[in-house]
């Protein structure tokens, strides 16, 4: 079935958070930071940490069988399982795979995508071409980060902004002109360099930039990635309406990736719009990379803070470096 001829939207959403909490208070038990410090340069008090030996693909298991359980499917109809991480389990199998068994999603494909914190809406372009087509019908999508196990936690600059989650969509056919209308996605990687998690090599900027003994964890130069992210969100989002031909007027909620409130705060200023219309829950979860904007999104929904016809944005923006946008008529 070619499905051109109806909308492409959000059939069901589902989120899953760890049980434990890590305050701000704890974190001034664990290095040379405060409270108040950490709320001035970024407005979260408290975040969301993993169970040391449990792995995160538990987290998007849980986010899968809400997001199914919403659209009214099984998980035998579901056609695809795209992840998006930062830091999955293992590099083989892919956490898609790994969640695929888990939910028992037989008759699916699956495989993982990283464009770090933009990697939720990387994955709605992606799905919406598989079913724009006709290829697949029904395309799960699951952003599942569990950031806690590369955190250098003597770094009070990086460990302070991180924590643990997953969010996940079911992407089909919705009512025409309803929907994923259009996205925006881009990267720029001579500034790769910025955020880096290694993996199987170690490069010697990579070794001086970890003083502390375990090397293979999250750094990042943080003053060049606000500026960077301050920059692009404003950015992605004016592409994406200018595509569009749709007015900041016309949108109700911009839902974007939950870095930091002083980054919403500057795009917010550059755009020319007050905070009241985005959406932000930085507070209470930290960054959760690309777990951020469907958590964030499922959140809002279930609030009443959108609702059918209303015209939402998306807005993505991390290493690689990477950013994306997506404009959406709320179509449930």
């Known amino acids: 079935m070619n499905n051109l001829a ?5 059939l069901g959403l589902g989120s899953a958070i760890p049980e434990k909490v890590l305050t701000n208070f ?9 409270d108040e410090w950490i709320i001035k340069r970024t407005g979260i008090s408290e975040r969301r940490i993993l169970e040391k030996e449990t792995p995160a693909y538990v987290l998007g298991v849980e986010a899968a069988k809400k997001a199914i359980d919403d659209a009214g499917l099984k998980p035998e109809e579901i056609d695809l399982i795209i992840v998006t991480t930062s830091c999955p389990d293992y590099l083989s199998p892919s956490i898609a795979c790994i969640i695929q068994k888990e939910i028992k999603a037989v008759n699916s494909a699956a495989f993982d995508l990283n464009a770090a914190c933009s990697g939720f809406i990387y994955g709605i372009t992606t799905a919406k071409q598989f079913i724009a087509t006709g290829y697949y019908k029904n395309v799960l999508i699951v952003a599942c980060e569990g950031l806690s196990k590369v955190v250098d936690w003597k770094d009070r ?11 996940a969509v079911v992407l089909g056919a ?3 002109e309803y929907g994923i209308i259009n996205t925006e996605i881009g ?16 490069s010697d900027e990579d070794k001086k930039n970890r003083p502390h003994e375990n090397k293979m964890v999250l750094w990042m130069d ?23 031909n749709i007015t900041m007027d016309d949108i109700g909620l911009i839902v974007p990736h939950q870095a930091n ?3 919403m705060e500057g795009a917010a200023k550059k755009m020319g719009i007050s905070m009241e219309k985005i959406y932000s829950n930085v507070h209470k979860y930290g960054n959760t990379s690309s777990a951020s904007i469907p958590v964030a999104l499922t959140e809002a929904w279930k609030s009443g803070k959108i609702s059918k016809g209303d015209y939402i944005v998306l807005v993505g923006f991390g290493g690689g470096l990477t950013w994306a946008s997506a404009l959406v008529k709320w179509n449930r």
């Open 187 to 202: 990267a720029d990687g001579s500034m790769g360099h910025f955020i880096t998690i290694p993996c199987c090599h170690l």
């Open 6 to 10: 109806q909308g492409i939207g959000i």
């Open 222 to 244: 943080g003053g060049e990635v606000f500026k960077f992210a301050v920059r692009i969100m404003a950015h992605a989002v004016e592409k994406v309406l200018r595509k569009c």
């Open 157 to 167: 600059n990086t460990c302070v902004l991180f924590g643990d989650g997953a969010g």
């Open 174 to 176: 919705v009512e025409k």
């Open 26 to 34: 704890d974190l001034e038990k664990m290095v040379d930071t405060s």
């Open 261 to 263: 409130i002083r980054i």
